[in-house]
């Protein structure tokens, strides 16, 4: 019997392709989503030119300037109050002994009461082997009362001075505490402001720094240029009253001349010609002053500026101009803001060698001046003690100290 072939159809093989959709939607969706965050995402913030790196680097040291004056305030105020509340302490280390002698004794008086029973004086009169003894016992037991007041006044009168010495140091410690936060919060705050100027340059390429070189060369020189000016008008002025000072000497001389020729003779010789320049004195004093500054201030020339340091080994700017009049017997305050305070103000026009010349609206700033528009300073970090044109900086002001 022959075989009937199969009715079924054949099964066809239908291929899904729906993970496959799935996964190219997604990926679609990735790149839609990236593009759109690309789009709308903040563009990067310029990199500031050298220029303006300067400036803000220059504002920075600036600043750590300001803050190494009141660091240095802080310091000075502080080791002042360290002073006083260490003697306040000693004085009242001192009273308490004091207080402790008087109570001492004082309980040798109440061991000594107790001891004799408190007896009243009738029953000792009737007592005592004869009246003439009790009386005089009485006599010693009056004058032991009286010792016995004092020892209670002077201990009362201790007692109340060691309480207001400490008080005092109580308020000491307190006002030392206080400044040793400014201290430390002066501190941080130069910290800071160098740590930002170093990272700013840091950040810099090479041929970004050697533009930044170029233009502080720039700078130097205008600068150097204004002094020289500086100098030739202060040499020009220098000899204009040299001259005029010859021309005035020399006409003393000729009206002595005329008038110890017209006849008598008498008083001839007299005249000694004390001439101009009364105040020639105080300008030699000045002079010799201010040579030992200088002499000192040369030393110091590659020495570098430390915040806060006052020598010998480094300096900031107002801790080198006071070691360096401290050489020739002058004490200058330690901050900038003090030190302009001291002595005579001058003109910039009219400086001479030993002054000191400020910076900066904020008095940050201090140089002393050499002569010929020149001063030598400690300048900022990272820089050596070195000679530098006054018109490197804004000018504040300048003084004479003594």
């Given at each position: 019997m022959p075989v009937l072939a199969s009715h079924r159809k054949p099964r066809t093989k239908v291929r899904t392709t729906t993970p496959a959709v799935g996964l190219?939607?997604?990926?679609?969706?990735?790149?839609?989503?990236?593009?759109?965050?690309?789009?709308?995402?903040?563009?990067?913030?310029?990199?500031?030119?050298?220029?303006?790196?300067?400036?803000?680097?220059?504002?920075?040291?600036?600043?750590?300037?300001a803050a190494t004056q009141e660091y240095n305030r802080a310091k000075a105020a502080s080791a002042s109050q360290q002073t006083k509340v260490d003697t306040l302490l000693s004085d009242v280390a001192k009273r308490t002994e004091k207080i402790n002698e008087a109570r001492r004794a004082l309980g040798s008086y109440a061991a000594a009461q107790y001891r004799n029973g408190g007896i009243g004086p009738a029953a000792?009169?009737?007592?005592?082997?004869?009246?003439?003894?009790?009386?005089?016992?009485?006599?010693?037991?009056?004058?032991?009362?009286?010792?016995?007041?004092?020892?209670?006044?002077?201990?009362?009168?201790?007692?109340?001075?060691?309480?207001?010495k400490r008080a005092e140091a109580v308020k000491s410690l307190e006002t030392l505490t206080e400044t040793q936060a400014t201290l430390a919060s002066s501190k941080k705050d130069v910290q800071t402001k160098l740590t930002e100027a170093r990272g700013l340059l840091s950040r810099l390429t090479a041929e970004e720094k050697a533009r930044l070189a170029e233009l502080e060369r720039k700078k130097e020189a205008e600068a150097k240029e204004k002094a020289a000016k500086l100098a030739a008008r202060q040499a020009a002025e220098a000899k204009e009253r040299a001259e005029a000072e010859e021309k005035a000497r020399e006409e003393a001389a000729k009206e002595a001349a005329k008038e110890s020729g017209d006849g008598s003779?008498?008083?001839?010789?007299t005249g000694t010609d004390p001439g101009p320049g009364t105040g020639s004195g105080t300008d030699s004093g000045y002079a010799a002053k201010a040579e030992k500054v200088l002499a000192f201030a040369r030393a110091q020339i590659g020495k570098p500026y430390v915040w806060g340091a006052s020598g010998p080994s480094s300096y900031d700017c107002s801790g080198l101009t006071q070691a360096a009049w401290r050489e020739a017997g002058v004490t200058l305050p330690r901050t900038t803001w003090d030190q302009v305070e001291v002595g005579t103000r001058v003109a910039t026009s009219d400086l001479k060698p030993g002054d000191l010349v400020f910076f900066y609206d904020d008095i940050s700033h201090v140089g002393i001046y050499k002569g010929d528009g020149m001063m030598i300073h400690a300048p900022k970090p990272g820089a050596n003690v070195r000679e530098e044109s006054i018109y490197y900086m804004p000018i504040y002001g300048s003084v004479r100290p003594a």
């Open positions: 190219t939607t997604a990926a679609l969706a990735s790149v839609t989503l990236l593009s759109t965050q690309s789009a709308t995402a903040a563009p990067a913030e310029p990199k500031p030119a050298v220029e303006e790196v300067q400036k803000k680097v220059d504002a920075l040291y600036r600043q750590a300037g000792t009169f009737f007592l005592a082997d004869n009246p003439q003894g009790y009386f005089d016992q009485s006599r010693l037991m009056d004058r032991a009362t009286e010792r016995q007041q004092r020892s209670v006044t002077e201990f009362r009168t201790q007692q109340a001075s060691a309480a207001k003779g008498t008083g001839s010789g």
